[in-house]
């Protein structure tokens, strides 16, 4: 009579006890995890279909595009949002924003190793904003001296910095101390000063500065110059001087020159650019949609969320509003279609056509209070929102449900090594018998 193997037999009768739930269980989670990830690829479709036409949607952008160009370049660029008016304006560039800088009338044999004073301080004033460098605290390594290089690095990185830079530039074998506004204009000129250090040199130094660049603010003049509306700026772009148009000077002209000719009008191109992004937002959106909804077939595998009403309800809605009305037209109006499959294309001159003869009614349709887009981010806030969203809720729920599972397989864990325990005691018990019986028997042959 041949032994048992008492592990091999324990170990395969406690996985049958336990492999029915073991499956059941892992075919639970698997579809709970397969859900939970397919309404998680929902959700950021969906958020990311609601980022393109909010960028669509806003006071500055608009499914109808414009354009800023001028009559000769380098002198200024323009750019057009989606406010700006169609006209022509004249602009002459007199003068450019300049940023302050100085140099400080420090000694000609300066250094970065030049000590400077450990007492005092060094005073600075830019825009109303103060700072009062306490020199004690230069000396950083608190060996009692402190150097030039030491100051450069104290004074750009106090935290009360109004806006200064300090550098040593270097020029012809000699050092200069530089400091230099970080912003232009004339609100922005640097002031500076020291005192109570009790070396004339380096008081001295900061009281008789040589001015390297001028603050000056940007001059432009709308119309001709000295005849026109003169404008002026801290710095050189000049945001909203006409509705919806920025400006950024980059040259100034010479004085008695002709302005130059800024026109901005609807950029025809970059329109339907804006169209073709949001139909390949939708298109693909309805795609990752269809994709996990799928009832499958011989060639494609039955999505996760083939019968979740939730999602079917968000396509239809989503489809259903498309296909709507605002402000008495339809896509189709404008050259847009959705074929037989829910999916959008565009019909190019169709569309060219709705561009030449009523931009107006273009923008209208999806722009503005309760048009399109408007309509369509207002639909998907209950999904999207960040607290009490219905996709969080469902999402919540289902990771509940595998929690549940984890749990039930925990048990089934400790259900086994029971079962093990016991079968290993009674096949070690039935394993011994058999040895003694087989020792019996052969003192008998």
């Keep these: ?25 892992q075919t639970q989670a698997n579809q709970y995890q397969s859900q939970l990830k397919a ?26 595009q414009n354009s800023a160009t001028v009559s000769q370049d380098g002198f200024f660029s323009a750019t057009a949002d989606a406010g700006a008016l169609s006209g022509s304006y004249q602009i002459f560039v007199e003068q450019l924003a300049t940023a302050h800088q100085i140099s400080a009338g420090m000694p000609a044999d300066l250094d970065a190793t030049t000590q400077v004073p450990t007492t005092g301080t060094l005073d600075f004033s830019v825009n109303g904003e103060t700072m009062s460098l306490d020199l004690s605290t230069v000396d ?48 922005n000129r ?34 001709a110059q000295g005849t026109g509306l003169q404008l002026t700026n801290s710095s050189n772009t000049f945001s909203g001087v006409i509705d919806g148009v920025d400006l950024t000077v980059s040259q100034a002209q010479t004085s008695g020159e002709a ?58 809605q989503i489809q259903s509003m498309v296909r709507g009305q ?40 999806f722009n503005g209070d309760g048009n399109l887009f408007d309509s369509m981010d207002e639909l998907l806030n209950p999904y999207l929102k960040f607290s009490g969203s219905l996709f969080a809720s469902r999402k919540d729920s289902l ?10 397989q925990a048990s089934l864990e400790r259900k086994y090594d029971m079962a093990y325990d016991r079968y290993l005691r009674q096949f070690t018990q039935m394993n011994q018998l058999m040895t003694q019986m087989n020792q019996t028997m052969s003192m008998f042959s």
Excluded at 42 to 52: G, M
Excluded at 161 to 182: E, I
């Design 259 to 316: 302005p130059l000719t800024l026109s901005v009008g609807t950029d025809d191109e970059a329109t339907k650019e804006q169209m073709n992004g949001f139909i390949d937002a939708y298109n693909s959106l309805i795609s990752k949609i269809d994709s996990l909804t799928g009832i499958g077939d011989e060639n494609t595998a039955r999505g996760a969320l083939a019968s979740d009403p939730t999602v079917r309800s968000i396509k239809s």
């Design 399 to 408: 990771q509940q449900s595998i929690d549940r599972i984890d749990d039930k």
């Design 140 to 187: 950083t390594d608190g060996d009692g001296t402190a150097t030039v290089a030491d100051l450069v690095s104290a004074i750009n990185n106090d935290s009360t910095n109004p806006g200064v830079n300090a550098t040593l530039v270097r020029s012809n074998g000699q050092t200069y101390f530089m400091l230099s506004s970080t912003e232009t204009g004339v609100a």
């Design 190 to 223: 640097i002031n500076v000063s020291a005192s109570g250090t009790g070396q004339t040199w380096f008081e001295d130094a900061f009281s008789n500065v040589t001015e390297i660049s001028a603050a000056q603010d940007a001059t432009i003049w709308l119309g």
């Design 39 to 64: 309404l998680g690829d929902i959700e950021s479709a969906l958020r990311e279909f609601r980022t393109t036409i909010n960028e669509m949607n806003s006071s500055t952008s608009s499914i109808l």
């Design 326 to 365: 605002f402000d008495g037209m339809r896509l189709s109006d404008l050259g847009l279609e959705i074929s037989r499959d829910g999916k959008m294309s565009i019909d190019n001159d169709k569309f060219e056509q709705a561009q030449s003869t009523n931009g107006a009614a273009l923008e209208s349709f």
């Design 1 to 25: 009579m041949s032994s048992l193997d008492p592990i091999t037999m324990a170990t395969q009768l406690a996985t049958f006890d336990v492999q029915s739930f073991q499956q059941r269980y």
